[in-house]
């Protein structure tokens, strides 16, 4: 590559260049000549007419009682004087090899300052004392100043993981003296647990003097797009807190809820598992639940059963409620206390509604609602009271011509 510069011309010829400053030339800078250029063995008496200032001074340098006066523009980050280029040693000498490439990789006298050639820095066995110096000096003052803070952040962790254990423990034991659900017991106590925990990791970050706003932040960040990928399943999550912290049913409890109806076997952190009459696990998101209405039939000592059955209105509705109210109270499983009510529930297109309501056991429900809802049937069909049902008179007339 050329280098650009205003080159003075004289009205002559200019004198060849000498084969001796060619070779130079082109050892040293790495500069190619004009094309124009010719080579013999005369000195050339003006060689700043052909070179640029930097080859001059390098020139002038490697080979003292040349010519060198500069007289062109100095250039920018140019080297004030270069080292002869030391020959490359002959192939077979390893040793020599070696201590060559080191000098072309690191030349001698080049720094790792602002004014090495090339930028180009020195290895570690050229460090001096006083720099090894500093080096000490500063390690010892960082300790120093460190020493306090990171001192200060392990006993900070370790009274803080104590503290941790002891306020977990206690909060352990008041769930299990108020008779918490078992489930919910050592789910709430690791939930705590883990909160203080990340609390003290913040803490004694904070201590070490590193800046946990940004920190903080992105655990919000992450905090809020885990909640909106999975609100579902939280809101679900957060309903089985509820129905285990306020118990609106228990294992074993017959429960109507969400147009389903069973025994309640399982009450998971999702999810409730209830056992229908039908014997179908019907599982039920807890979310929806601690958001609906449940019918918890299993609340109360006795549960009252149900049953309405018709009578004609030719009959004697007295003779009706008597046998009705004899056949509740032989039915077995029925509770004394309190009694069988047998009433007039509604007077019908075609029927007189009688409704029989037993009490009995939560567990003894369909029991009683099936033996009463038979014996209605029977004991009726035994006094020769009918019931009623649905019927349709077709009268035919005859149109005569």
Not at 250 to 266: N, T, Y
Not at 353 to 365: A, F, I, K
Request: hydrophobic share 45%.
């Amino acid at each position: 590559m050329f280098l650009g510069i205003t080159l003075s011309l004289s009205t002559e010829t200019p004198p060849p260049l000498s084969a001796a400053l060619s070779r130079e030339l082109s050892m040293t800078h790495g500069m190619a000549l004009k094309s124009d250029s010719h080579v013999n063995e005369e000195p050339a008496p003006a060689l700043e007419t052909y070179a640029p200032p930097a080859v001059m001074q390098a020139v002038t340098s490697c080979r003292p009682g040349l010519p060198g006066t500069l007289k062109g523009p100095k250039l920018a980050n140019a080297p004030t004087s270069l080292a002869p280029r030391e020959q490359r040693p002959p192939r077979g000498d390893d040793d020599g090899l070696a201590s060559w490439r080191a000098t072309r990789t690191a030349p001698h006298g080049a720094s790792s300052h602002a004014g090495a050639v090339g930028g180009i820095t020195a290895p570690m066995d050229n460090v001096t004392p006083e720099q090894l110096a500093g080096y000490q000096d500063r390690g010892v003052a960082m300790a120093m100043e460190y020493a306090p803070k990171v001192l200060l952040a392990i006993v900070t962790l370790i009274v803080g993981l104590w503290v941790v254990r002891g306020i977990t423990g206690l909060f352990r034991r008041t769930l299990m003296a108020r008779r918490v659900d078992e489930t919910l017991t050592p789910f709430l106590s690791s939930l705590l647990s883990w909160t203080l925990r990340a609390a003290l990791v913040i803490s004694v970050v904070s201590i070490l003097g590193i800046e946990t706003t940004s920190f903080v932040a992105v655990l919000g960040a992450a905090g809020l797009a885990v909640g909106l990928a999975l609100q579902g399943s939280l809101q679900n999550f957060a309903g089985g807190v509820l129905l285990l912290i306020f118990r609106p049913y228990r294992v074993g409890d017959l429960i109507q809820a969400q147009g389903e109806l069973g025994v309640v076997q399982e009450i998971q952190i999702f999810t409730t598992v209830i056992l229908s009459p039908q014997n179908r696990r019907v599982i039920l998101p807890n979310g929806a639940l601690a958001n609906g209405n449940i019918t918890n039939l299993s609340a109360e000592p006795h549960v009252r059963v149900d049953c309405t059955v018709g009578v004609s209105y030719s009959a004697d509705l007295q003779q009706a409620k008597q046998v009705l109210m004899a056949m509740a109270t032989s039915t077995p499983k029925v509770l004394a206390d309190p009694e069988p009510v047998v009433a007039v529930s509604e007077l019908a297109d075609s029927a007189v509604n009688l409704v029989v309501r037993p009490y009995c056991q939560p567990d003894d429900y369909w029991d009683v609602f099936f033996a009463v809802t038979e014996g209605c049937k029977t004991s009726l069909d035994a006094a020769g009271i009918s019931i009623p049902f649905p019927q349709r008179d077709v009268h035919l007339f005859e149109q005569k011509k």
